[in-house]
């Protein structure tokens, strides 16, 4: 049996059953130990499987565990870029609140110890904040969902009725000149929808990939919007049928301003 065929062979065996060990494996293939380590080594950088202690589990496994984690790995080097721009945006003595989205997590992390109160949706802005002396952390509490660690549903909604902030940092999953700004939970959009409602400023935290999308869930016009804060990769293109808009652009690179 080619190398090839092996893999291919093991991977869809793994994967079918969930999981292998290397002994078993062995047997199977009539190769030694030593080579099906290798195998399932390589088999794993193709993202084929996972190895597991002494043996292999299927990639589908997985999958359950990664929705915390897969949002965090995407774009990386983009949600970062916004969120620095975004954490410029904050002056000492702001009131204001942060989704539960991955960029408004890594604004949270690098936002300085400064007099603030930050109304979040979000566990894990919540923990970030918690160290830091001059920051006053607000939770607004709900339905916990596990895959965001987020709070949600009329709770959350409630609660965010009762405030009142200067400034709004939401992220959405589409961008649309025409349909406003979307997100593929609903639960979420209502959320962003009305944190944006409370907030004197909107901030839209969008990368490039966002731009002309449309997502499951409405979250609000693009009049609701006064800034989006993107990063250096989206393009005059993309940029250009929000300009009807009397909304301002913040980019790293260039700052563009409607």
Not at 3 to 9: D, G, Y
Not at 154 to 181: E, M, W
Not at 222 to 233: G, L, N, P, W
Request: aromatic share 6%; charged share 25%.
């Amino acid at each position: 049996m080619l190398v090839a065929e092996r893999h291919k062979k093991m991977a869809s065996l793994v994967n079918e059953r969930g999981s292998s060990r290397v002994s078993e494996l062995s047997r199977i293939f009539k190769v030694t130990e030593e080579t099906i380590r290798r195998d399932l080594e390589k088999l794993e950088t193709e993202g084929k499987l996972k190895r597991s202690h002494g043996g292999a589990v299927s990639v589908k496994e997985n999958e359950l565990e990664a929705s915390y984690s897969e949002r965090e790995i995407r774009n990386v080097q983009e949600k970062m870029a916004v969120a620095e721009e975004a954490v410029k945006l904050v002056s000492s003595n702001d009131r204001i609140v942060l989704d539960a989205s991955t960029t408004a997590w890594y604004m949270a992390k690098i936002l300085p110890d400064m007099p603030l109160t930050v109304v979040t949706n979000s566990l894990k802005v919540a923990m970030e904040l918690a160290a830091r002396n001059n920051i006053t952390v607000i939770s607004a509490g709900g339905t916990l969902v596990r895959k965001s660690l987020s709070f949600v549903g009329p709770q959350t909604t409630n609660a965010l009725d009762s405030y009142h902030v200067n400034k709004a940092f939401i992220s959405c999953q589409g961008i649309h000149s025409v349909r406003g700004i979307s997100d593929s939970s609903e639960m979420q959009a209502l959320v962003k929808k009305k944190m944006s409602e409370i907030a004197d400023e909107v901030y839209l935290l969008a990368d490039h990939t966002k731009f002309g999308l449309q997502a499951f869930s409405w979250i609000a016009p693009m009049q609701a919007i006064d800034f989006i804060v993107t990063d250096a990769k989206t393009s005059e293109a993309q940029l250009k049928d929000f300009r009807d808009y009397p909304v301002s652009v913040i980019q790293p690179s260039a700052h563009h301003s409607g």
